[in-house]
């Protein structure tokens, strides 16, 4: 029964009637079949599925047959029956508490870190959980990082609620540029009908112009016939009148005849004009006149009601089009305070890793935190547990004391973090405990800042690094005489080392070709350093800027950097942190 994580105590005194018949042990969800058998339903089940092929109907009616058992007698008995954890190994827990056990009783049942919410990956025994918080990071940075995961939050939703503004803009530009579409369209009809209307009143100018040509051909022509009908009249009177020689009657009657044919022409040229007269009658021509005045007109008042119906749809599209306008800018305005506000996220984020940074980096997690005593260095290892973390700092520890302290301290204690700043360490402690760092298997952290390793002790723990290092991740060696011999030494060690996050190098000698060669080492073959701190380092000057600006554009892993009092001017400072706010995940203390 151990896939349940416990086992029955005294099974073989336990009855038969409780035990199924194919396992042999006591029922564990016991059902009955239809021909009234008992078995544990795992088992019958596992049974069943192994002799009938897959998805056969009869298998399926025979499962969904099994009815649990509910004899309470024998549901009694096995409730009763006591039980031995596999985990914990507590026995005589019965088999009806054994699940309360498992889940909140049992001090060896898995359980997650209470801060697995920000990311502790720690899940272990509930007996080893109150050791594990007193130790977590993600547990003691809670405050900073619940605040840095809020302001992340606030970040994401005022990104989401820009991108959404900016949609809504541009569909708002699509409605302004398909209304002006629109508005183009009707400028364009309205053209055309304006076009057809100064047509239609060309055209009416030219027939009042041919109707005035016939009055006065009409007038001219009624003229002309009077004159020759008083003429005529005048040459009656004279026959009347005179008399006439009989010679010179041939002449005038010849006369006559011309005087007939003169009237005869214009009487026929009268009745031609009667009957173009007739044919075209200023009367027919001024109805034409004026039924074409009448369509103009109403084509004009037409065009003028389209055009004001235009008018008014043109303002009523105009409106909601200032409003989109007035909106967009609205809009606009606010997408620039809020990518100000974005912006001031961003650099409140930055402000808050750094910061988790340097309270890491100044976090003085010592539970084990030594007492000075007087006397030999013996007397300071007493207190030290196994697996503790140390701070032998400020015991006035010097070179003839590391062996031991090495042996004690790594070697027998597996200390995981071991401070030793303020001592009298010189090259060769350091070198001693170099030595033992090459089977170190427990120490993450090691503190030597405030002694005198120099150039020797860094070359001694910058080979011990370079092979076979698992576990260090933190090494800080400020204020050691270190120069940029030891720079190099270092440099060497990070081509290799995959451990080292947090190196600390401040208040050194370490100049320019120093940090040319820590650059060229984290930017061509280091993916893990994450912080290098280089703060007063008097000798380091703006000839090594472009190789820091190097580092800033190219390296994929280090994020943080110190140069606070170096000897930089203030444009190569300037320079850099323009650099640093480019490439964005990246932050520069100078």
């Known amino acids: 029964m151990s896939d349940f994580n416990f086992e029955y105590m005294n099974e073989a005194s336990i009855d038969a009637l409780l035990k199924c018949r194919l396992c042999s042990k006591p029922f564990f969800d016991p059902i009955i079949t239809r021909d009234g058998d008992r078995f ?9 599925s192994a002799n009938r092929p897959t998805g056969c109907i009869r298998q399926s009616s025979f499962i969904e047959n099994l009815v649990p058992m509910t004899e309470k007698l024998l549901l009694d008995m096995l409730d009763s029956l006591t039980v031995k954890c596999t985990q914990c190994q507590k026995i005589n827990t019965r088999v009806v508490h054994l699940q309360q056990h498992l889940q909140h009783e049992c001090p060896k049942r898995i359980v997650l870190c209470i801060a697995s919410d920000l990311k502790c990956p720690w899940m272990g025994p509930y007996d080893e959980f109150d050791s594990h918080i007193q130790k977590c990071t993600f547990h003691l940075l809670r405050p900073i990082l619940m605040e840095s995961l809020q302001f992340q939050k606030q970040f994401e939703q005022y990104k989401q609620s820009y991108d959404q503004q900016q949609q809504e803009i541009e569909q708002l ?4 540029k398909s209304y002006e579409n629109h508005m183009e369209k009707l400028q364009k009809a309205h053209t ?3 076009g057809s209307l100064s047509q239609q009143v060309r055209r009416c100018s030219e027939f009042e112009k041919d109707l005035q040509q016939i009055r ?9 016939q009077i004159e020759l009908k008083q003429e005529l009249q005048l040459i009656k009177e004279q026959t009347n009148q005179a008399s006439i020689p009989s010679d010179e009657i041939p002449n ?8 007939q044919q003169a009237i005869d022409d214009v009487s026929s040229k009268f009745q031609q004009l009667d009957v173009k007269i007739q044919l ?3 009367d027919d021509v001024t109805n034409q006149l004026h039924q074409l005045d009448v369509k103009c007109q109403q084509r004009a008042d037409q065009s003028q009601n389209e055009i004001q119906k235009l008018k008014v749809e043109f303002n009523q599209r105009m409106t909601p089009l200032n409003e989109y306008q007035l909106e967009i800018r609205k809009l606009q ?5 809020q990518k100000d506000e974005i912006t001031t996220l961003k650099q409140n984020v930055k402000q808050h890793d750094t910061q988790i940074l340097l309270m890491a980096k100044e976090k003085s997690d010592t539970p084990n935190t030594l007492i000075h005593q007087d006397g030999r260095i013996e007397a300071l290892m007493e207190s030290i547990d196994f697996y503790s973390d140390v701070d032998l700092s400020r015991k006035k520890i010097g070179d003839q004391d590391m062996e031991f302290l090495c042996k004690k301290v790594i070697v027998d204690s597996r200390c995981g973090k071991l401070r030793l700043e303020h001592n ?17 298997t427990s120490l993450v952290e090691l503190n030597l800042s405030s002694n005198q390793i120099s150039d020797t002790g860094a070359r001694a723990l910058a080979r011990a690094l370079s092979i076979n290092n698992e576990t260090m991740e933190w090494l800080e060696l400020d204020s050691n005489n270190i120069t940029d011999d030891g720079a190099d030494y270092l440099a060497d060690m990070l081509k290799t080392n995959t451990t080292i996050q947090i190196l600390n190098l401040g208040s050194n000698a370490i100049g320019d070709r120093g940090v040319r060669q820590l650059i060229s080492a984290i930017t061509s073959h280091n993916n893990t350093l994450q912080c290098l701190n280089l703060t007063s380092n008097k000798l380091i000057t703006d000839a090594c800027v472009n190789d820091l600006i190097k580092m800033i554009q190219h390296n994929q892993s280090n994020h943080v950097v110190w140069l606070n009092n170096c000897s930089l001017s203030k444009n190569a400072v300037e320079k850099l942190k323009q650099e640093a706010e480019k490439k964005g995940n990246f932050a520069l203390e100078a």
């Open 40 to 48: 544990c339903r795992k088992c019958i089940t596992q049974k069943e």
């Open 173 to 176: 530009r699509e409605k302004m």
């Open 192 to 194: 055309i009908i304006l």
């Open 216 to 224: 006065e051909e009409f007038n001219k022509y009624d003229n002309q």
């Open 252 to 259: 005038e009657s010849h006369r006559l005849n011309q005087l």
């Open 280 to 282: 075209k009658s200023v």
């Open 333 to 337: 305005e606010e997408g620039r305070s």
């Open 424 to 440: 009298e360490i010189s090259g060769n402690g350091a070198t001693t405990l170099a030595d033992i760092l090459y089977t170190n």
